[in-house]
């Protein structure tokens, strides 16, 4: 959703929620709630035609302009293939970003920042191509970027690392027993880092990094301090 409300992304495999264009299989949506509207935004260059394979998984920048999703289709533009699309709505030009895991898109939808092989990569609006930011520690699980597309954070396994996307760096931020998986969250200002971690118990604990001052606080501490408590949502 758009910072405002007004436009939402979303896949269905419905074939009525554009006149005119009738998909045989999921594709990805921008609805317009103020203006009434629907658009397709996974199809190929003419705009006409929707993607022969399915398209979910969207991102929607803040403004409402660009919107990152996944699709197997290959008919979305030359060259392009299984993997994720990041796509400029008003200009109506999409762009194949490349194969990976569940990538971050930076509010503004200026930086998408992503894993594909051994390395940590950025692509970038402004010049349309990835550049490579780091080395990928094990196979990462989720990504996260801060608005100001300068700092990054990925799991791998029960440890979590954070990326200086500027000068290339990784760093261990924790390794948390039997994680199982991981969400993340950069405040506005890029300083904070909240990391929901969830054990094979299924139990899951929150905390918050400072990058300034290089803590990670327990977040969900059980009162009296106890240690984390029983289950967060």
């Known amino acids: 959703m758009s910072a405002d409300g007004r436009y939402v992304a979303f896949s269905s495999s419905a074939s009525n929620l554009v006149e005119n264009l009738s998909p045989a299989v999921e594709e990805v949506y921008i609805r317009d709630t103020v203006g009434g509207t629907t658009v397709t935004a996974s199809v190929d260059p003419t705009g006409a ?4 394979k399915a398209s979910s998984a969207p991102q929607i920048s803040a403004n409402g302009q660009f919107v990152l ?6 008919n979305l533009m030359s060259g392009g293939g299984t993997g994720y699309y990041w796509r400029d709505l008003q200009a109506g030009l999409t762009y194949w970003i490349g194969a990976s895991n569940a990538p971050a898109m930076s509010p503004d939808g200026s930086n998408v920042f992503y894993g594909i092989g051994s390395s940590l990569e950025l692509w970038q609006a402004q010049t349309k191509s990835s550049n490579t930011v780091g ?21 791998s396994g029960a440890t979590i690392y ?3 996307l500027v000068q290339h760096t990784t760093a261990k931020l924790g390794s948390y027993q039997n994680t199982t998986w991981s969400q993340f969250n950069f405040s506005g200002d890029g ?13 899951n604990q929150v905390y918050l990094y ?15 301090g106890s240690g984390g408590g029983q289950q967060q949502m």
């Open 69 to 74: 999703f996944y699709s197997t289709a290959n």
């Open 135 to 155: 080395t990928l520690v094990g196979g990462a699980g989720s990504y996260a970027i801060s608005p100001d597309g300068t700092r990054g954070a990925f799991s």
């Open 162 to 164: 954070t990326a200086n």
């Open 191 to 203: 300083r904070y880092l909240v990391n929901l971690v969830q054990d094979s118990h299924h139990t």
């Open 210 to 224: 400072d990058f300034q001052n290089a803590t990670n606080m327990l977040v969900s501490e059980a009162y009296g």
């Open 49 to 52: 035609i929707p993607g022969n």
